[in-house]
């Protein structure tokens, strides 16, 4: 496992993303992830799964220190009013007393920045989170955020090989914050793909293996693929046996152009233009 360190935090490049992992289903996939050697899981309020993550943790024999446990705060439960009790129910859930990251899940267009922001540093004051962060949040918004004093430390965003975020991540590069990459694989779009499984072919890997270590090879870069089956656990883990060449990064570099963005709810924030 390759391991970041960002702002004297190290956590593993790889996690578990249980995004669309019923509760039952998640604390099943969750026990067989650490049983596999993922150390770094990801959940939220709105995937209604914490329960079961919480729970295969706890069952897991090891040390809570020893997962660095992600979840996310729900864009409803942003104000002032809801935030903090809102963490504290996922912690109660979670069956802990912290997590290690906490993050704005989705900016709001009722509740202002500086607002939901201030409710996040109280909540990391208060010992509920060790670390802090935002997800889905566009350069414009970031602004915002750092203007608060906050010290995040990610940016939660959509990142795989065939969407352009070159703009969002030089940014977030410039000013010392990691990049976790959710929907790593295009939600199985870069399956067939004929450079991706060309290079793979190369190094005795598949298309998603390929993806994946495509983004953990990049500075400041973590990935937190979601899988409904036990059997990719592995698959997926496998992927620091090798290192692409700089010509095949720079064949999949040039997948970009593409720009497929595969998650673009209603509510979403007016992403970054292509550079």
């Given at each position: 496992?390759?391991?970041?360190?960002?702002?004297?935090?190290?956590?593993?490049?790889?996690?578990?993303?249980?995004?669309?992992?019923?509760?039952?289903?998640?604390?099943?996939?969750?026990?067989?992830?650490?049983s596999a050697g993922?150390?770094?899981?990801?959940?939220?309020?709105?995937?209604?799964?914490?329960?079961?993550?919480?729970?295969?943790?706890?069952?897991?024999?090891?040390?809570?220190?020893?997962?660095?446990?992600?979840?996310?705060?729900?864009?409803?439960?942003?104000?002032?009013?809801?935030?903090?009790?809102?963490?504290?129910?996922?912690?109660?859930?979670?069956?802990?007393?912290?997590?290690?990251?906490?993050?704005?899940?989705?900016?709001?267009?009722?509740?202002?920045?500086?607002?939901?922001?201030?409710?996040?540093?109280?909540?990391?004051?208060?010992?509920?989170?060790?670390?802090?962060?935002?997800?889905?949040?566009?350069?414009?918004?970031?602004?915002e955020v750092l203007?608060?004093?906050?010290?995040?430390?990610?940016?939660?965003?959509?990142?795989?090989?065939?969407i352009n975020q070159?703009?969002?991540?030089?940014?977030?590069?410039?000013?010392?914050?990691?990049?976790?990459?959710?929907?790593?694989?295009?939600?199985?779009?870069?399956?067939?793909?004929?450079?991706?499984?060309?290079?793979?072919?190369?190094?005795?890997?598949?298309?998603?293996?390929?993806?994946?270590?495509?983004?953990?090879?990049?500075?400041?870069?973590?990935?937190?693929?979601?899988?409904?089956?036990?059997?990719?656990?592995?698959?997926?883990?496998?992927?620091?046996?090798?290192?692409?060449?700089?010509?095949?990064?720079?064949?999949?570099?040039?997948?970009?152009?593409?720009?497929?963005?595969?998650?673009?709810?209603?509510?979403?924030?007016?992403?970054?233009?292509?550079?």
């Open positions: 496992m390759k391991n970041i360190t960002i702002k004297s935090t190290t956590i593993p490049a790889l996690g578990l993303g249980t995004f669309q992992l019923e509760n039952e289903l998640a604390r099943e996939i969750t026990a067989a992830a650490i993922y150390r770094h899981i990801d959940t939220a309020q709105v995937y209604q799964n914490e329960a079961g993550v919480g729970s295969a943790i706890k069952d897991s024999g090891l040390d809570r220190d020893e997962i660095f446990l992600t979840t996310k705060v729900f864009r409803e439960s942003l104000s002032e009013k809801d935030f903090l009790p809102s963490v504290e129910e996922s912690l109660r859930k979670l069956k802990t007393d912290y997590v290690d990251l906490l993050l704005i899940h989705w900016p709001s267009r009722n509740v202002p920045v500086a607002e939901y922001m201030d409710q996040l540093m109280e909540a990391q004051r208060k010992g509920y989170t060790r670390h802090i962060g935002v997800s889905n949040h566009p350069t414009a918004l970031l602004g203007a608060t004093g906050a010290d995040i430390i990610t940016n939660q965003v959509e990142y795989h090989p065939l070159t703009k969002l991540y030089t940014y977030l590069r410039e000013h010392g914050i990691s990049l976790t990459a959710y929907s790593p694989i295009a939600q199985g779009k870069v399956l067939g793909n004929p450079v991706l499984k060309e290079i793979g072919e190369k190094y005795g890997k598949n298309e998603v293996q390929v993806s994946l270590r495509w983004l953990v090879q990049q500075d400041g870069v973590m990935a937190i693929p979601r899988t409904s089956k036990t059997e990719r656990l592995k698959d997926n883990l496998n992927i620091f046996d090798f290192e692409l060449s700089t010509e095949d990064t720079a064949r999949i570099d040039q997948l970009k152009k593409d720009n497929q963005r595969v998650v673009n709810p209603p509510f979403a924030p007016d992403w970054d233009q292509v550079v």
